[in-house]
């Protein structure tokens, strides 16, 4: 296979001149494919089979160890003015970076085969999705490709059709964290990525396209590519509510994604629409709609067990490729949290000793097809995707944040998005447990200055007529006893019927100056073992520590400079003057 397009040709042509391979391969996307490059990895190593008795068609593959999670000191957004990338963006001049690039993918494909990866993020017939080719000479990028995006041939034809596509190229090298860099080039449309094979780095359609490249194209053509699951909540009347929601990563999106209710609400229904990407556009009725661009999950595996996502766990027990997690004698995938079995070799196949640390790397992934999961939407696959209700941010916060609270207006809810701020996880190099500001959850995403972002996303008020509700939640707020006070995983439906209710206009709130918070009765806690005191806190504010929180997001917005919009500055001041207002009247 090769292609009509001469765009495309030529680019490919250049790159195997560049790079130097033993041969090229055009992906199909078939199944035939899938399996002959599987047979492959297994002949060499780079997957193991798993259990094919209780673990189906499941694969293991073990990364190096120094390439374990994305590197966000080695991401850069290439501009040509470095004030477009913003400090929210590490920053190389394009033309350094692309020498810098050209250097290390010299002949880097010498002995390898070079794979041509067409996609398409999204519904291949939706006028909202949006394609592009990806080259790699990783096998075990191109099956995950496979599972996560819609590829092969059908997309490689809407390319042609179109004669458009974003160009990432990406190598694993020589895995050298020294000669690692993952750049992109938003205003040519194109990402280059060498010296990783890790999913966020090396699955370009993912974080890389999807996110910041897409921000980026979104901003100039009047939509959003967001850090967001979406979710379809159906009541027992039938009346199926779709909301987005944005925690920062490893805030428990997937879990959420994929709720199965409690038994208090068994005759709700939950559908999965995706659970960590959402492209917004303004529809012609003047609602926002979303489709989810990818077509799989790359889930952090340790941590789920029957309690926490019944769904995920029975979805990755087939046709499903883990990275990095520890096996057991009976050689079925194990890891921390799972509840079952014990580890026999860890994820770096050593012999399990608990004092080399985790037996599963705690940012160890899960690869496996959307349509794996038993909640999975056929709306997943509709053209003009769902209307949103309900825009939900999130962070992992022990104190500050209640459990939940609406927004007083679009542009309040813009700067409760702004203020999204979370306790650091493992999914990202650094130090683990940190609070750090993540806007959006889009801190690591955003391909442009986070001022510009956020006037994108106020200019929504004049896009479009009826914009989704915008709310809060916290399921991380924790007793001084280090213990959580709200149960979480299933339960968190009964925030999330608050929320559909005040969509609906049903449900009573109490105003505070931070937004709309639920009296402790509005929120159905029969069957629940929480005390009246705990609810109490969950559902108010502690209004000193709340200014505090409100003066340092005023500092942090400030930071982006000129670019930071007066609109927004202007409800931090509101909000700022109703805390200051309330706690003079308290003393
Ligand atoms: C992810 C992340 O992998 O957000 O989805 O880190
Ligand atoms: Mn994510």
């Not at 680019?11 to 035939?32: L, N, R």
């Not at 694993?172 to 094979?197: A, K």
Request: aromatic letters at 10%; charged letters at 25%.
């Amino acid at each position: 296979m090769t292609t009509t397009l001469a765009a495309l040709q030529s680019w490919v042509d250049q790159v195997a001149t560049q790079t130097q391979p033993d041969s090229i391969h055009w992906c199909d996307g078939s199944e035939a494919e899938y399996q002959q490059l599987v047979k492959l990895m297994l002949a060499d190593g780079t997957l193991t089979k798993l259990n094919e008795k209780t673990y189906p068609n499941c694969y293991l593959h073990r990364s190096d160890p120094n390439d374990v999670a994305r590197v966000e000191h080695l991401t850069y957004v290439c501009t040509e003015d470095e004030d477009d990338a913003g400090q929210n963006n590490n920053w190389m001049n394009p033309a350094d970076a692309h020498a810098r690039m050209v250097g290390l993918f010299e002949g880097c494909m010498r002995g390898r085969t070079m794979y041509v990866i067409p996609y398409c993020m999204g519904p291949i017939g939706s006028c909202f999705a949006r394609c592009g080719v990806e080259i790699t000479d990783s096998p075990y990028v191109v099956i995950n490709m496979k599972l996560m995006t819609r590829m092969g041939s059908q997309a490689l034809e809407r390319i042609e059709k179109e004669g458009t596509f974003v160009r990432g190229l990406h190598s694993t090298g020589e895995l050298d964290p020294e000669r690692r860099f993952i750049v992109h080039f938003p205003e040519e449309r194109s990402i280059m990525s060498y010296g990783s094979g890790y999913g966020g780095n090396a699955l370009l359609g993912k974080k890389c396209h999807a996110l910041r490249i897409a921000s980026y194209q979104a901003r100039e053509e009047g939509w959003l590519a967001e850090h967001m699951l979406i979710v379809g909540l159906e009541s027992p009347e039938g009346a199926v509510h779709y909301i987005a929601c944005a925690f920062p990563s490893a805030c428990g999106k997937t879990n959420l994604a994929m709720l199965i209710p409690p038994e208090e609400l068994h005759d709700w229904k939950v559908w999965t629409l995706g659970d960590d990407i959402a492209w917004l556009h303004p529809d012609d009725t003047g609602k926002l709609r979303a489709i989810n661009p990818e077509s799989g999950y790359f889930g952090v595996v340790p941590g789920t067990n029957p309690k926490t996502n019944k769904n995920a766990y029975d979805m990755i027990t087939h046709d499903t490729i883990f990275t990095n997690v520890a096996t057991t004698a009976d050689n079925e995938p194990w890891w921390e949290g799972k509840k079952e079995g014990t580890p026999a070799k860890d994820w770096q196949g050593r012999d399990y000793d608990a004092a080399n640390g985790p037996a599963a790397h705690p940012n160890s992934r899960f690869t496996v097809a959307a349509t794996n999961n038993r909640a999975y939407s056929n709306l997943c696959d509709a053209p003009e995707g769902v209307p949103i209700s309900a825009i939900v941010f999130g962070g992992r916060r022990k104190n500050v944040a209640p459990l939940v609270y609406e927004a007083k207006s679009w542009e309040h809810g813009v700067l409760v998005g702004a203020g999204t701020a979370s306790e650091t996880t493992a999914a990202m190099v650094g130090e683990v447990g940190v609070i750090r500001r993540d806007p959006m959850a889009m801190k690591p995403f955003c391909g442009y200055n986070f001022g510009d972002y956020f006037a994108h996303w106020l200019s929504f008020r004049e896009r479009t007529t009826h914009l989704p509700k915008i709310f809060h939640v916290n399921w991380f707020r924790q007793h001084e006893n280090g213990e959580f006070m709200w149960p979480g995983f299933g339960e968190n439906l009964r925030v999330l019927q608050w929320i559909i209710d005040r969509c609906e206009h049903r449900a009573d709130a109490q105003e505070t100056p931070i937004g709309f918070l639920p009296h402790p009765c509005d929120i159905d806690t029969k069957d629940l073992d929480i005390s009246e005191e705990t609810m109490g806190i969950l559902t108010s504010i502690n209004t000193r520590q709340c200014r505090d929180e409100t003066i340092s997001l005023g500092k942090y917005l400030e930071g982006f400079g000129e670019r930071t919009p007066k609109a927004l500055l202007d409800q931090q001041r509101i909000v700022l003057d109703a805390l200051s207002e309330s706690l003079a009247k308290a003393s």
